[in-house]
């Protein structure tokens, strides 16, 4: 908790000076009290740079629209549900100073378009090595959050051969690793933001609601993974999440870190589920710590 400053110049300087001090301090100590802890907090979707490159690419009958930055190995950053890029504007041009950073609009989600198939974790999965495909990425390291997350996991236990490594922030292995996000005042806040950037980014902006009522359909029957495909992967994992995240059940992210060969497991302190908006410094150092 932040400490108030007390100020004792003020003593010698103002008329009444012990008062003035003294109501300082008080004042001081309300506001640090009164402060919300920043897990408390949804701080506001930043924006990304000017990319080097950016577009929609032709995947799987529909249009992912994607940007590239920086140059060096290739990394791809993969956002959560209802979310689109954007949310990576913190991390982006941190991580581009030393490294190929792709940012993607999942199928359906901000700039890509989607069609008739129902939202899945395996279709998603196929859409990021789609793009890869289209920009002539072998394999990447992969940075996912939440949704992004589980495709990240998807791709390392369907297609190991695309991956270097994951981080994988706030994933879940199975719909019971979820909580009651509808108790959530930080995450109710988080799908009203949503809407309203669905319909400002989406070709289809009058259509958020059944597109989300899609999406908390797939939530509650997908992901499916086995402790047998857990314990098979091959690729370098971070299991990582924050220590107040309203939407993970931490037994699930604990399963996933036993379960997985060597992965590296990582609580944020003071932050949730949106640990990169929140404390991106925090965020960006530890990305950082896996890529190195």
């Not at 003593?11 to 100590?29: E, K």
């Not at 791709?155 to 909580?179: C, E, M, Q, W, Y």
């Not at 797939?218 to 299991?239: C, D, E, G, R």
């Amino acid at each position: 908790m932040p400490q108030p400053i007390i100020c004792t110049g003020l003593l010698m300087r103002i008329h009444h000076g012990f008062l003035v001090a003294a109501l300082v301090s008080v004042l001081g100590i309300v506001t640090a009290r009164s402060a919300e802890p920043l897990w408390l907090t949804l701080p506001a979707t930043p924006t990304l740079p000017t990319p080097l490159r950016s577009g929609y690419a032709p995947v799987n009958g529909i249009k992912i629209w994607y940007a590239e930055f920086g140059e060096g190995e290739p990394v791809i950053l993969l956002h959560g549900g209802l979310a689109n890029a954007n949310y990576w504007g913190n991390q982006v041009p941190v991580l581009a100073k030393n490294y190929l950073v792709v940012v993607m609009d999942s199928r359906g989600h901000g700039r890509s378009t989607r069609n008739s198939e129902p939202f899945g974790y395996d279709l998603m999965a196929s859409d990021v090595t789609g793009l890869m495909d289209f920009l002539k990425i072998p394999k990447a390291a992969i940075i996912g959050w939440s949704d992004g997350a589980i495709i990240g996991l998807d791709i390392a236990i369907h297609h190991p051969d695309r991956v270097t490594k994951l981080f994988a922030f706030a994933a879940n292995s199975d719909p019971g690793g979820v909580k009651d996000v509808s108790q959530s005042p930080v995450f109710n806040r988080f799908i009203a933001r949503a809407g309203k950037e669905y319909e400002r980014l989406s070709s289809t902006l009058d259509q958020y609601k059944s597109f989300l009522d899609e999406i908390t359909k797939m939530w509650a029957s997908q992901p499916n993974f086995t402790a047998k495909q857990l314990h098979a992967m091959k690729v370098p994992v971070w299991i990582v999440d924050g220590e107040h995240d309203e939407a993970i059940q931490r037994d699930n992210t604990l399963f996933m870190a036993k379960q997985i060969p060597g992965a590296t497991l990582r609580l944020q302190p003071d932050v949730s589920h949106f640990s990169f908006l929140q404390n991106p410094q925090q965020f960006n150092d530890d990305v950082l710590r896996f890529l190195d």
